[in-house]
């Protein structure tokens, strides 16, 4: 992974390294702090002039500093991941594979070729001498971070980074939407002082909807987003990049379509891991839930093999039991996400080297305690809520001498849970359940000092309490347990597995059901196709810069492409029955496959957004709704 940037201007009396300020620079450092350069390009016969700055995190095969430059003074800055489509041997670097590759492209259609090939997540900047073109893009589902600002100046600038800083004034940083690829004729651009886009985008090769259709409908929505002197053409040959999907199984049978109370919810009542077997007796279900393992487990196999491990390369020399550090770590709140992809990490992880379980939890409030003292759980609240703290836990944290009993929210206890889950499925391996405790003046301290200039140009509440708790998790700063007593640690991991993709794919949500209930699988089946649609803008890229702030690299093995284009293929029906309980119907057939691989009781918890389970919801304010604007982003000393 990388911290990437591209200063280009056409005319200015400015020095263009007063374009990208120290601020924006020492966040891309943190993203890669492993190199830092920067390469100034002119062109001797035109005025235009670009900057390229990158800093890498080293992850794969041999250091390569970038940006990289060729013999024909092509650029080249990437921060992403081949993990299929392109082959990348185990000591290559895929920085210099792709470049190659690109070198090779005599035309547009090439390079949207090579670029539709690509299997993982990315974003590139691409400077093309020979035709004095500058290409950048996202992949098809923004799982990369890429961020643009138009100057409105005449003799300003066009920037691009993977990350920025919040400002009060100035021209507005925006993502670059995940919609194609772009590219900008920095010769015409030059010869007319003015800048103008042309795009690229994404096309499913067997979609019905014409190229003009597409054109049309894309071209509409990036133009909102643009200020109004920047133009936004299509490019002339109508060329698009292949989706690296399959469009949405839209089918929706009778029978699946009714609405609840009409089939077998009548029967099954019960949130139970019985309910679940029962369910597998199905011959044809146990086989589609097979192909959905195996289809996972490769994607989550990708993403911890893809990975340098420390001197192992290079010596062959296998380190001392002791002396294993974790390389690999998941987001872990002990729902079914997070322990279905640490039960297949298991599997492919070295054996003797540990897992970091990263489990956050913010300081429950004292009202919250005292209501849960107050409150008077039936068993099954008391197991799916698991809100009330344990009291006779006494132990104290070390940094700020709060008792850690005031930690026990919801996702801590059922992590404690899915920790003893996967201890019974490989008890050989060392699963470090890292406890990662926030109270409110370290979560104000950091908002300030960091993450609000991570989820920036994002501002919601939803985006503060969801960028909080995976910054905090994300870090890997807390306590794990040794011998019974619970000493401090930080995850040296650089790769985060992460559950994002499931929850949109397979029905997760809460809303899901109430669109579900209003209107039937035909509503449930457009909510769905929205949710992946809208996936780059809303999560995607704020996770990327999130998790990118602590030079560790996020992936995502629930949108790895074989595992949405197997998801797509299936009947909605097939991967979520919301006619059933909570705790069983939503994401089905992922509940089914964790049965499957060894999963017991976490297989039947409801869906618990990190928000509530962490406990940072409401922890600042009772009044607000997720979707309004978050004041406390604003706040700057």
């Known amino acids: 992974m990388c911290g990437i940037g591209c200063v280009v201007t056409l005319c200015s009396q400015h020095a263009i390294h007063d374009f990208f300020n120290e601020d924006i620079l020492w966040c891309l450092r943190r993203r890669g702090p492993d190199s830092s350069q920067q390469l100034i390009k002119t062109a001797s016969d035109l005025s235009y002039e670009c900057l390229f700055s990158g800093h890498v995190l080293h992850l794969r095969g041999l250091m390569t500093p970038q940006p990289l430059e060729d013999a024909n003074n092509n650029i080249f800055l990437w921060n992403g991941e081949i993990f299929n489509g392109v082959r990348v041997d185990d000591l ?45 893009g996202r992949d098809y589902f923004g799982r990369r971070s890429l961020l643009w600002q138009f100057n409105n100046e005449v003799d300003g600038a066009f920037c691009l980074t993977s990350v920025s800083v919040y400002s009060k004034s100035g021209n507005q940083w925006q993502e670059v939407p995940a919609c194609g690829i772009f590219k900008i004729d920095l010769k015409a651009c030059a010869t007319t002082k003015s800048l103008s886009l042309t795009l690229f ?69 019960m949130v139970s891991v019985e309910t679940l077997q029962g369910l597998l007796a199905e011959e044809h279900k146990k086989k589609l839930v097979h192909q959905f393992i195996d289809v996972l487990n490769e994607a989550v196999k990708r993403r911890v093999l893809s990975l340098f491990r420390d001197e192992d390369q290079k010596t062959r020399e296998v380190p001392s039991m002791s002396n294993r550090k974790a390389h690999v770590a998941v ?59 344990q009291e006779s836990c006494k132990d104290l944290d070390g940094k700020t001498g709060v008792h850690l009993s005031c930690f026990d929210v919801p996702d801590r206890i059922t992590g404690r849970a899915g920790l003893k889950e996967l201890e019974a499925i490989n008890p050989s391996r060392t699963w470090n359940f890292v406890e990662i405790n926030v109270t409110l003046e370290e979560l104000k301290k950091m908002r300030q000092q960091r993450i609000n200039h991570l989820i920036y140009p994002l501002d919601t509440v939803l985006d503060d309490s969801i960028g909080c708790a995976i910054w905090f998790a994300s870090r890997g700063e807390g306590f794990i347990s040794n011998h019974g007593e619970l000493k401090p640690y930080k995850s040296p991991a650089k790769v985060v597995l992460t559950g994002m993709g499931a929850d949109e794919q397979l029905a997760g949500y809460s809303r899901h059901r109430v669109c579900f209930k209003k209107y039937g699988l035909e509503g449930l089946k457009k909510e769905l196709e929205m949710e992946l649609d809208r996936i780059s803008s809303r999560n995607l890229g704020r996770d990327d810069r999130i998790i990118g702030d602590h ?45 499957e691989v060894g999963l017991t009781a976490s297989t039947v918890l409801p869906k618990r957004a990190v928000q509530f389970g962490s406990r940072i919801a409401k922890l600042e304010s009772n009044s607000e709704k997720a979707s309004d604007t978050c004041s406390r982003l604003k706040l700057f000393s």
């Open 331 to 389: 987001l872990f709140s002990g729902g079914i996400d997070s322990m279905v992809i640490a039960a297949l990490a298991d599997k492919h992880v070295p054996l003797g080297e540990p897992i970091d379980l990263l489990n956050v939890a913010f300081m429950i409030k004292e009202q919250a305690k005292q209501k849960c003292t107050d409150k008077k759980h039936t068993n099954q609240e008391v197991q799916l809520d698991l809100l009330c703290p």
């Open 551 to 595: 030079g560790k690299e996020a992936r995502f093995p629930f949108l790895d492409e074989d595992v949405v284009s197997f998801l797509n293929s299936l009947p909605i029906s097939e991967k979520a029955d919301l006619t059933l309980p909570r705790g069983i119907g939503e994401k089905l057939i992922l509940r089914l496959a964790g049965m």
């Open 201 to 269: 985008p994404w096309k499913y090769s067997c979609t019905e909807i014409t190229v003009d259709k597409i054109f049309v409908n894309v071209l509409d929505q990036v133009s909102k987003q643009l200020p109004n002197h920047i133009p936004l053409m299509m490019n002339e040959s109508k060329l698009c990049l292949r989706a690296p999907v399959i469009p949405l199984n839209k089918t929706v049978s009778e029978a699946s379509g009714e609405c609840p109370g009409t089939n077998i919810s009548n029967i099954i009542h």
């Open 92 to 136: 290559e670097n895929d920085t210099e594979v792709l470049f190659s590759h690109l070198a090779l492209c005599s035309s547009e259609a090439d390079i949207l070729s090579l670029f539709s090939s690509l299997r993982g997540p990315w974003s590139f900047i691409y400077y093309q001498a020979s035709r004095h073109s500058l290409w950048f």
